[in-house]
Structures are given as C-alpha cells and as structure tokens.
C-alpha cells in the first residue's frame, strides 16, 4: 500500500463496482462467469442496487469488512486448500505433485500434522477459547472459527518452519503479520 496515494474516492469506488458488475451480467458461459469472478472479485449483483438510486450510500462503500468469514473461514480454507494441494486445478496443464507449497500433500504428513495439532490443547491456556481439535479427522464436521483462528493465525507458523520452503514460509508469515495487525 502507498499511502502517499490518495484514496480512492467513493463515487470512483461505486464506478469501478458497477464496471465489474457488468462484467459479470455479461459473461454468457460458465467458464467465462468463473474467470469474471476471480478477476472482479465479484460473485454476482447485489440486492441493494434494486433500491432507488439516491437512497443508500454508494456501493462498495457501504459495505462493511467481514474480518470473521474473511480471516477465519475464506481466508483460512483457502490456505489448508494450498497446504493440502486440494484446490482445483487443470489436470492436463499442471501437476500438483510440483506445487512446492503443498507440504500436507502426503495423508500421513496431514494425519501427524493433525495429532500434533491436537497435542497442543494442554499447553494452550483457556483464556485462549476453544483450542483447535485435530484438524486431519474434524476439518470437515464443524471446526469453528475460533479454532480456525487458533489453528491458523498462532499455531501453523510454528509448525511450517521445517515442513514449508523457507520463500513460502516467509510468504505465510508476512500474511499471519498482516492478519494480526487487521
């Protein structure tokens, strides 16, 4: 971020918003709606521009930072996705037995990971919240946002000093730094 930039101003925001929306009425097929979405960051229009022009604040502007879904549950999926090398991938141009960053590509490193994991329960103290349960065997039948934060923000940057490349490493741990700080 340069902050000798001045920010953009809420009409240039809504502009830009409504460009991207255009984007997405405009895409036709599918994989073109998909490239749209991650390009735009957009998913589909929002109910508020049905209200009357004039009588809400400027979309994105009224929209408020999610930190809850953003930074304990999109935020970290999207990492164990990477970690796991579970993501969705074209199968014919890539190969993800390459994807340096997969650390928990093997069942048995994700496996001891999560035993690890849950080994940290007696050391961590209650005023902490709910400490994170094996996330190998309960990533898919309700860890909760505050074990993901757990897991993710305080426990995972120690555990990937040894398993992750130390340019990856450095990567997440620049992220962990950002998401403390927000």
Known sequence: VNYRIPPESAADKQARYLVSVERIKAATEESRYLVE????GIGKMSIILGLLSGKYLCIPSCMPMDPMHLLA?????????????T?????QTDDRTTWKWACFLNDEKWKAHGNVVASFAR??????GHTPRNIAEKITSGYKAEEWMLYT??????????ALDYEYFIHFCHLVAGVRVA
Do not use: A
């Not at 979405?37 to 735009?40: F, G, H, N, Q, Y």
């Open 37 to 40: 979405r991650i390009l735009t």
């Open 73 to 85: 549950l999109n935020l970290t999926d999207l990492i164990i996705s990477l970690f796991r090398g």
């Open 87 to 91: 993501m969705s991938y074209d199968k």
């Open 123 to 128: 050391y961590l103290p209650g005023s902490f």
């Open 153 to 162: 923000w305080t426990i995972l940057p120690g555990l990937l000093h040894t």
